[in-house]
């Protein structure tokens, strides 16, 4: 049987980092695609001649012809411009707008049954903008956020805890922004949800409330540290974990930002909410009671997720 395709939409730091995890864990054969000369090509004959080393059988190209991605039944899309210190990721949406627009034709011409996950921000608005411009079904378009969001969350709480991140489950809802919900009921080690571990003396709710909020600004602390862009490693690595989940029909319980037509009382939009993700796409969304204060915090991160693609649809009259 073939090796899948991958086509990798924007080189640059993530779409590297991406091109070289495909390879490594032998996911398929990858394209990588940039509209920048040269730099698509580079990467991908640099990670080619890791492989005689690393033993990986794959094959990589570089490539700034959309042509060149037909058939792919993975495309991961990060083209666009990445944060700087003192942006916010809804500053970028005035470009990257118009390069989900390109992209977005450039897979419905040439890969148009390909599972897409996109990672340009500003998250939920540029999947939901996307997702206009390819036309594709909304079960095969996702956004890559709750992974990572939930990764970083996993990441402090395992910390706090002196425990493996392996044995801490976490994940958070809503839009990849300032208002995402970090959900601390769902949230726990080994089975035990964090508020347990607050009475059981593991932790104070000051420490929690503080690694919530480390979580909210996780994006923001890596900018203010890299000075030159944003995070990259463990963005490819989320996007990866979503891409491996679709090809091996692993039907992974992943939060992503998909679209949610009835669940959580919402209209069609998309949205950071649990998904299923399987060979089917987004096969499910996991439609999870809320209490009171989660559903306000949810509310609120929907309503700002809306304010962005209302921006998105005064830029471009053809998004209604
Ligand atoms: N088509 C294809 N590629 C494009 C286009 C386009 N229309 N416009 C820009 N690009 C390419 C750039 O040439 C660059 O190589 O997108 C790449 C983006 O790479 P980086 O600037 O290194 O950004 P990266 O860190 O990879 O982040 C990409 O993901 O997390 C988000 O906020 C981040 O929106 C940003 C995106």
């Known amino acids: 049987m073939a090796r ?7 080189a640059g730091n ?55 991605i037909a058939g792919a039944d993975v495309c991961i899309v990060t083209a666009g411009v990445a944060r700087k210190p003192g942006m916010s990721r809804d500053d ?46 909304h079960n095969m378009v996702c956004g890559m956020a709750g992974v990572l969001d939930s990764a970083r969350f996993r990441h402090f709480l395992a910390e706090e805890f002196d425990v493996s991140m392996r044995d801490v489950t976490a994940f958070v809802l809503g839009g990849h922004g300032d208002t995402m919900v970090p959900s601390v009921r769902y949230s726990t080690v080994a089975g035990i949800p964090l508020p347990d571990l607050i009475e059981m003396g593991w932790t104070t709710q000051d420490k929690l409330d503080a690694i919530v909020q480390r979580t909210r600004d996780g994006g923001a602390e890596i900018v203010g540290l890299l000075k030159t862009g944003s995070a990259y490693y463990a963005p490819a690595t989320s996007a990866i974990e979503m891409a491996e989940a679709f090809l091996k029909d692993q039907k992974r319980v992943l939060p992503c930002a998909a679209y949610v ?46 304010g962005l693609v209302d921006a998105c649809k005064g830029i471009d009259s053809s998004l209604t």
């Not at 996911?27 to 991908?44: E, R, T």
Request: proline residues 5%; contains cysteine.
């Open 261 to 306: 037509d009835g669940a959580f009382g919402l209209n069609g939009m998309y949205v950071g909410v649990p998904t299923v993700i399987g060979a089917g796409g987004v096969e499910r969304v996991v439609n999870i009671k809320l209490n009171k204060q989660e559903q306000e915090m949810f509310d609120t991160s929907v309503e700002a997720v809306k």
């Open 92 to 137: 970028l949406l005035g470009i990257n707008l118009k390069v989900m627009k390109s992209v977005g034709e450039g897979i419905a011409e040439h890969a148009p049954n390909a599972f897409v996950i996109c990672i340009t921000n500003p998250l939920d608005a540029m999947v939901w903008a996307l997702r206009e411009f390819s036309g594709l079904p």
């Open 14 to 68: 993530i779409g590297g980092t991406l091109a070289h995890l495909a390879a490594l864990k032998e996911l398929g054969d990858v394209v990588l695609f940039d509209i920048a000369d040269g730099l698509p090509q580079g990467k991908a004959l640099d990670i080619a001649e890791s492989g005689p080393s690393e033993g990986f059988d794959a094959a990589m190209s570089g490539t700034s012809d959309y042509a060149d």
């Open 4 to 10: 899948p395709k991958i086509a990798l939409i924007g």
